[in-house]
């Protein structure tokens, strides 16, 4: 669809319509095609195309407040009342974002192994560290390797190489087949039309945001898993100081990609009551 300002901005339906849809916001690397990964089947999805990635055209200057305005306008066209949010990995950000300027249109979001602001980049470690810690070299390996990784193909040999290097532990073999074929559609989607989005990512991330975690005024679900070397737990303590109404539940998992792809249910079902956000058995981290 076209944006008031003639942007293009891409949008996946999928499931049944009848109930307030999840709107989904892809990690680092993703696209609207990510959902397929994972997600249950009967849940009614709208899933975005972030700036840059698939087919949504760049922001003129990275913002995510504007890309907050950017999901408001889409919901507006597609005739979407009210909506639940879930931002996953390196989409959290722009959850938080949509959250903040949807107000009242939102009835709960979910923030699934979510990067966390600027200063949680900087020491937590993993690998996101990298946004923070060598971006130029970070932007240079992506220009390089976006190319490669629009053939499918190369980017399932990426992702079945990333996963095991990174120790991901998938419920069996099949299902990492499973995951990594889907992802690898994803990401060759992502970088379909270059690294423009991935670049957002690193600019916008790593450096202090143009929201303000505490303007988010509805119940927020931090799930974390305990050893994450993507995204490190200490991300989540982040979120559980920053926002009003959020609950951080941290869940004994390694791994990344493996942990989200377990939560999938999980996140569907919290979506749906979002009362029981207030009763979550939380950890430590929970101010």
């Known amino acids: 669809m076209r944006l008031p300002d003639g942007r293009r901005l891409t949008v996946a339906r999928y ?4 109930r307030p849809p999840i709107v989904y916001m892809h990690g680092f690397l993703g696209s609207r095609l990510e959902p397929c990964a994972a997600l249950p089947a009967d849940a009614h999805v709208l899933a975005v195309d972030r700036p840059g990635y698939g087919g949504t055209d760049p922001q003129p200057a990275p913002s995510l407040r504007a890309f907050g305005a950017d999901v408001a306008a889409a919901l507006d066209r597609l005739g979407a009342g009210e909506v639940t949010l ?4 390196a989409g959290a950000p722009y959850a938080l974002a949509a959250g903040i300027v ?3 249109r939102v009835r709960a979001c979910v923030l699934a192994a979510g990067v966390a602001g600027p200063d949680a980049v900087e020491t ?4 996101v560290r990298l ?15 976006a190319p490669a990784l629009r053939d499918e193909r190369v980017a399932r040999t990426f992702l079945a190489l990333a996963t095991r290097l990174a120790h991901e532990r998938f419920a069996s073999a099949a299902e990492r087949r499973r995951v990594v074929r889907a992802l690898s559609s994803s990401v060759a989607e992502a ?5 423009a989005g991935a670049l957002a990512d690193i600019d916008l991330i790593g450096r202090p945001w143009d929201v303000d975690p505490g ?9 974390h898993g305990t050893d994450d070397p993507v995204v490190p737990a200490a991300h989540a303590e982040w979120y559980g100081t920053h926002l009003p109404q959020g609950r951080v539940e ?3 998992a390694r791994g990344h990609i493996a942990f989200l792809v377990g939560q999938a249910r999980r996140i569907v079902a919290a979506l749906g009551h979002p009362a029981t956000f207030e009763r979550v058995q939380t950890h430590q981290y929970n101010p």
């Open 15 to 18: 499931g049944p319509p009848g």
């Open 86 to 89: 879930v931002g996953i990995s």
């Open 102 to 104: 949807l107000g009242a």
């Open 124 to 127: 937590a470690g993993g690998a």
């Open 131 to 145: 946004f923070r810690r060598r971006p130029q070299a970070l932007r240079r390996l992506l220009r390089m390797a």
């Open 191 to 195: 970088v379909r039309t270059g690294p």
């Open 215 to 223: 303007e988010l005024r509805v119940p927020c679900l931090v799930l």
């Open 250 to 252: 941290l869940v004994a």
